[in-house]
């Protein structure tokens, strides 16, 4: 199939083959419409015209969101489980969690062996599960962070393929539900003092639309729908290395601080890929820009494609954060993480956090004397999720010999 050949190209090149904003395609066997740019996004947004339930496969459920996820409800439904997140990323929260983060990458840094390269990847994914998990206030002893730090990659990395990298996400995702779950079941019974107000207890805590509690599993489900996103951001960091590497005169205006930091990790999330696109099935019957919606057909909203269109972004190829230095971010234009308001609809409600964390780790990185030894730097765009081949190997300075 064609999305599986060329991923995140799929989408844009239909559109240049047709030369509309609207293509039809099918998606396992399934007819679809893929729709781009800020007014599609909201049409797609538009409760009345796109459904999260039934739209999204089982084996992206069982590997990177989980069964019952909040991404898959609508309505009111949606809007209570919804309320859990947008509780737990505040301004105070957020900074809570960069601080347990860089504390993390500190130790991460300060115990690279000498004269060993590092896969920045690794490194960061393993930092922000140790940093995470204490924000979290859910219990992983330090010599259990490397092994949760891989489960939770794995999830993210599987999703989108057959093969081991899937069965290896299942796996990883069934073995934390499990373990999560328990956890939920011992504070619940106060046999586990964690932090109130921390993630653990407040998803044990949650009540939904029908004000019953959680049950465990789904409470698992939704705590990892918190901690392991959070650690994909290990992505953008191996990103923000390649970015350094390729384009070194942004290290001196992100050592400076202030507001380029947070023009830089924008400019991240815009220019490399990550979510290729949204999945919704239409309500009813509908109209799209003259074109025909059928009643349960798929409709796919391009996120790659969006952040990538050169009516929205001069010189879309570029990489260049000093766009978004003095841009006011429009709700429907950087789609990166899901567009329109994070409280009524879909939108990723850990930009926040995202922006947050890579402000703090790209800075760190630039301050970071360090070499680049030769290695596959390519992204594929036809794997999903991208990365570099190499996920970005450096010598620390203190560890050259
Ligand atoms: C939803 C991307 C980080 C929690 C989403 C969506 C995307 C996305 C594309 C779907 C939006 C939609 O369906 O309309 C990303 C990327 C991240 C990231 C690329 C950075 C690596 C985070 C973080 C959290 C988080 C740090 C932690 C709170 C969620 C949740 C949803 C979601 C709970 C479901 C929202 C809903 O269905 O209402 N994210 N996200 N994400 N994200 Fe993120």
Redesign the pocket.
């Known amino acids: 199939m064609r999305l599986l050949m060329e991923g995140y190209a799929w989408l844009p090149g239909l559109r240049r083959s047709t030369g509309s904003d609207v293509v039809r395609t099918r998606v396992m066997g399934q007819p679809a419409l893929g729709l781009c740019g800020p007014e599609a996004a909201q049409f797609f947004?538009d409760e009345k015209h796109v459904q999260?339930h039934g739209a999204i496969p089982g084996p992206v459920l069982s590997t990177l969101f989980g069964h019952g996820a909040?991404?898959t409800l609508d309505g009111d439904a949606?809007r209570q489980r919804?309320s859990l997140?947008l509780s737990?990323?505040t301004r105070e929260s957020t900074a809570s969690l960069v601080s347990c983060v860089a504390a993390a990458w500190e130790d991460t840094v300060v115990g690279w062996p000498e004269g060993r390269e590092v896969v920045l990847f690794d490194e960061a994914s393993r930092a922000l599960t140790a940093g995470v998990r204490r924000w979290a206030g859910i219990p992983v002893e330090t010599h259990e962070v490397a092994a949760l730090a891989a489960d939770l990659v794995a999830m993210v990395d599987g999703f989108a393929t057959a093969g081991p990298r899937h069965w290896r996400a299942r796996k990883a995702r069934k073995r934390r539900e499990a373990w999560l779950a328990a956890l939920v079941r011992q504070v619940r019974d106060n046999e586990l003092g964690t932090p109130q107000g921390a993630a653990l207890d407040v998803v044990a805590r949650h009540r939904d639309a029908d004000g019953e509690l959680l049950d465990p599993h789904t409470a698992a489900v939704e705590l990892l729908?918190?901690i392991r996103?959070?650690v994909?951001?290990c992505?953008?960091v191996a990103y923000a290395g390649h970015a350094l590497h390729r384009w070194p005169q942004h290290r001196e205006p992100l050592r400076a601080g202030g507001d380029f930091a947070v023009a830089f990790a924008h400019e991240l999330?815009r220019f490399y890929p990550?979510?290729p696109f949204?999945g919704g099935r239409a309500t009813h019957d509908l109209t799209w820009q003259g074109e025909h919606v059928p009643e349960g057909s798929l409709v796919l909203l391009d996120?790659y494609g969006q952040n990538h269109d050169s009516r929205l972004w001069t010189d879309p190829y570029r990489f260049d954060p000093q766009r978004f230095v003095d841009r006011e971010i429009g709700a429907w234009d950087l789609v990166?993480?899901?567009?329109g308001d994070?409280h009524t609809?879909?939108?990723?409600?850990?930009?926040p956090?995202?922006v947050a964390l890579l402000a703090e780790l790209s800075t760190r990185l630039a301050g970071l004397d360090h070499d680049v030894p030769d290695q596959d730097l390519t992204i594929s765009l036809s794997r999903i999720p991208a990365r570099p081949r190499s996920g970005f190997r450096l010598i620390p300075a203190t560890a050259r010999q």
């Open positions: 947004y999260r909040v991404h949606h919804k997140f737990l990323v729908n918190v996103p959070t994909a951001v992505w953008f999330r990550f979510a949204l996120l990166p993480q899901g567009a994070p609809g879909h939108r990723c409600p850990g930009e956090f995202t």
